[in-house]
């Protein structure tokens, strides 16, 4: 209703009514339209929802086309005291043997316990630099011995200081590594100042080379072989300068190193200048030991380590000369141990690099000893889990149909899809899935082919019908998908590589759409090929190979899933444990394979759930579209109904109008009567 209207004051007219009721006739086909639409409506949603179930069955069979979910592996030590282990789907099943001498522990240091601070929230007063692996700390003469800590602890040099109040009143400063083993930490003074010595962590004149090289010394390693040194650090004050003095068997030599000008390269220079004025033998030059990592190396030139002295910290600060820590509360160590009899060392106590797959926690050193046997054996846990989440998206599927596609005798009732394509579709391809088998040659070692005579390790040459041709290397590969798998994926020819119906070979399809022929041919006088049964020549698109191998196809029935009365799946886990457990290399190729199990079903819910062509796809258009052919035309009769109430409406008004007035006149001449009357008496 559109407009302000008061019914029939004049007319006593119930105008809303009179105008509801000449309209109601004409919105008629807009309320039988708007009830197919909310029935239509209704259909979308349960076919959206079916599309969605479906959708559901792809996801949990891509779950089933990944190989690593049949690779599952579970690894035990029999000793869990010195060793814990795991094992992921790149490991092999075996057994070792392992014993651990020594657990690799992280450097930790201290300040001097004889010289302890009275204060962590004092400012020291102390101003410069020192270098943590390689990363600047600037010290401020504000800062307190907590704020040293802090700002070793943020500087991100994979160590973590700590103030400890050892005794009432009485602090030591204490830096640790965050990883073990031998290589610890570096600890320099980058600046002119002795901060360490300041701090009681490093010992006056205990310096000494801090990277040996043949016949000399390195620094430590920098971004830059060009860059003045003090933007390279970050050094904010206390800037090294000052004479350094490299001393070899003949003599020594005297250098001026200025940080605040120099690069690497400077100094280097200057130490080769001053050798050259003194006829000395010893050199210097800026090396790149990896790409952008640039390091001084300085060499006596006559086989003996050179004596290096300097002033204001500056070899210490390039990471050439180092101190000695005061007090050393424990030494970074690597950890030692045994596998299968194998002496091993490791800088840390996870170690997931000597036993393909498996990570090992060393626990414990106490007993040298002892041996824990770690046995890794196929576990078929994430196999199973992966066919039960088929199995529940195929029943949810399967139940999600039947609610909505059923005929209630109780109620006379029919689910909204009933006799619908849609659900027509969806069964007809689920069961057709379920039926399929599919041939477990691709698993079958090469060497189990050609009844036991195998297959020659080596590589064959293919030419597609447009003229590319690859040499493939077949010498890694162990079983025939291996083989298919190297095929398939050179990009440089266009063929697939499928085994034949029968399960006895395989085929060689060519794709490029050529016209020449497709050729495959040995490689080095080799007979891989033709152990391969696909030597030969073709001139249409398809190289049929021979038998080589015997057909023998699994199916779901087979591994333990079967199907109920009501259409739904059942899985029988010990069943399929069993199977696994004798031929995992065939399960694992019924479901991944090229054609296997889970390239059917994905195949099959994408001819349902395209986005162009899937047939559910197309359903829900075609219902959309109809809702929108009703929601136009009930826009339509609304709009006209519209119309034709605001018509009415003013035609009403013009009424009540037209009486108003015919009142007024009859009312004026009744006056005009009753005076006339009157006066006439």
């Known amino acids: 209703m559109s407009g302000f209207a008061i019914d029939g004051l004049i007319s006593n007219l119930n105008t809303t009514e009179i105008i509801e009721a000449l309209l109601f006739s004409q919105r008629a086909p807009a309320v039988r339209l708007e009830n197919r639409r909310t029935a239509t409506t209704n259909k979308l949603s349960a076919v959206q929802g079916l599309s969605g179930n479906v959708l559901a069955v792809r996801v949990a069979a891509e779950g089933l086309g990944n190989a690593d979910t049949f690779r599952g592996r579970s690894a035990n030590s029999t000793n869990s005291n010195i060793v814990a282990v795991s094992a992921s789907s790149a490991a092999e099943p075996g057994a070792f043997t392992l014993s651990v001498q020594q657990l690799a522990t992280a450097l930790q240091i201290s300040s001097d316990p004889n010289n302890t601070f009275t204060s962590q929230t004092t400012a020291l007063g102390l101003e410069g630099a020192i270098r943590v692996n390689n990363s600047t700390v600037n010290i401020r003469s504000t800062d307190t011995l907590r704020d040293i800590a802090s700002r070793i602890s943020n500087a991100g040099a994979g160590v973590s200081a700590n103030v400890l109040e050892v005794s009432q009143g009485q602090f030591r400063l204490s830096i640790r590594s965050l990883s073990t083993g031998a290589d610890g930490f570096t600890l320099v003074n980058a600046g002119?100042?002795?901060?360490?010595?300041?701090?009681?962590?490093?010992?006056?004149?205990?310096?000494?080379?801090?990277?040996?090289?043949?016949?000399?010394?390195?620094?430590?390693?920098?971004?830059?072989?060009?860059?003045?040194?003090?933007?390279?650090?970050?050094?904010?004050?206390?800037?090294?300068?000052?004479?350094?003095?490299?001393?070899?068997?003949?003599?020594?030599?005297?250098?001026?190193?200025?940080f605040s000008t120099q690069s690497l390269n400077d100094i280097a220079a200057e130490i080769n200048s001053a050798a050259l004025t003194a006829g000395s033998s010893i050199t210097a030059s800026a090396v790149e030991v990896e790409t952008g990592s640039f390091r001084l190396e300085i060499n006596s030139g006559d086989g003996s380590t050179p004596v290096l002295t300097d002033a204001n910290n500056v070899l210490?600060?390039?990471?050439?000369?180092?101190?000695?820590?005061?007090?050393?509360?424990?030494?970074?160590?690597?950890?030692?141990?045994?596998?299968n009899g194998i002496d091993i060392i490791r800088s840390s106590n996870t170690v997931t690099d000597v036993i393909s797959g498996v990570t090992m926690t060393l626990l414990s050193d106490d007993t040298p000893d002892a041996i824990s046997t770690i046995t890794v054996q196929s576990d078929s846990k994430s196999a199973v889990d992966a066919v039960k989440a088929f199995v529940s998206a195929y029943n949810a599927t399967k139940t999600f149909a039947q609610q909505n596609a059923s005929y209630n005798a109780e109620t006379q009732r029919a689910g909204i899809l009933l006799g619908d394509s849609a659900i027509l579709s969806v069964e007809s391809s689920l069961s057709g899935l379920l039926s399929r088998s599919v041939s477990t040659l691709p698993s079958t070692l090469l060497s189990n082919l050609n009844n036991g005579g195998g297959v020659a390790s080596g590589s064959i040459q293919i030419t597609d019908r447009s003229g590319n041709t690859a040499t493939i290397d077949l010498s890694s590969a162990d079983n025939l998908q291996e083989v298919m798998d190297l095929i398939n994926l050179d990009s440089s020819i266009e063929v697939e590589a499928a085994?034949?119906?029968?399960?006895?070979?395989?085929?060689?399809?060519?794709?490029?759409?050529?016209?020449?022929?497709?050729?495959?041919?040995?490689?080095?006088?080799?007979?891989?090929?033709?152990?391969?049964?696909?030597?030969?020549?073709?001139?249409?698109?398809?190289?049929?190979?021979?038998?080589?191998?015997?057909?023998?196809?699994?199916?779901?029935?087979?591994?333990?899933?079967?199907?109920?009365?009501?259409?739904?799946?059942?899985?029988?886990?010990?069943?399929?444990?069993?199977?696994?457990?004798?031929?995992?290399?065939?399960?694992?190729?019924?479901?991944?394979?090229?054609?296997?199990?889970?390239?059917?079903?994905?195949?099959?819910?994408?001819?349902?759930?395209?986005?162009?062509?899937?047939?559910?796809?197309?359903?829900?258009?075609?219902?959309?579209?109809?809702?929108?052919?009703?929601?136009?035309?009930?826009?339509?009769?609304?709009?006209?109904?519209?119309?034709?109430?605001?018509?009415?409406?003013?035609?009403?008004?013009?009424?009540?109008?037209?009486?108003s007035q015919m009142q007024q006149q009859s009312d004026y001449l009744a006056g005009q009567i009753n005076q006339w009357v009157a006066n006439s008496r």
Not at 319 to 337: I, K, P, R, Y
């Open 192 to 258: 002119s100042s002795n901060i360490l010595e300041s701090l009681h962590l490093a010992q006056a004149g205990s310096e000494s080379i801090a990277n040996s090289i043949t016949a000399g010394a390195a620094s430590s390693r920098f971004s830059s072989r060009t860059q003045a040194l003090q933007g390279l650090l970050g050094l904010q004050s206390n800037v090294p300068s000052g004479s350094i003095s490299i001393a070899n068997g003949a003599g020594s030599i005297n250098v001026n190193v200025d």
């Open 499 to 659: 085994v034949n119906r029968s399960g006895t070979g395989i085929n060689i399809r060519d794709t490029s759409g050529g016209s020449g022929s497709l050729a495959i041919a040995e490689v080095g006088g080799g007979t891989t090929a033709a152990d391969l049964g696909i030597l030969g020549t073709t001139g249409s698109s398809l190289l049929e190979g021979s038998a080589i191998g015997t057909s023998e196809f699994l199916s779901l029935g087979q591994i333990g899933i079967t199907v109920n009365t009501n259409g739904t799946l059942s899985f029988n886990e010990t069943e399929f444990g069993k199977v696994f457990a004798a031929k995992p290399d065939a399960i694992q190729a019924f479901f991944t394979q090229k054609g296997g199990f889970s390239d059917q079903a994905e195949k099959t819910i994408d001819q349902l759930t395209g986005s162009i062509s899937g047939s559910l796809t197309i359903r829900a258009k075609s219902l959309q579209d109809t809702i929108n052919s009703y929601t136009k035309t009930i826009t339509g009769i609304e709009e006209r109904a519209k119309i034709a109430e605001e018509r009415l409406r003013r035609q009403f008004s013009a009424l009540e109008k037209s009486l």
């Open 316 to 339: 210490e600060a390039l990471g050439v000369l180092e101190t000695s820590f005061t007090q050393v509360d424990q030494s970074g160590q690597n950890s030692l141990f045994k596998v």
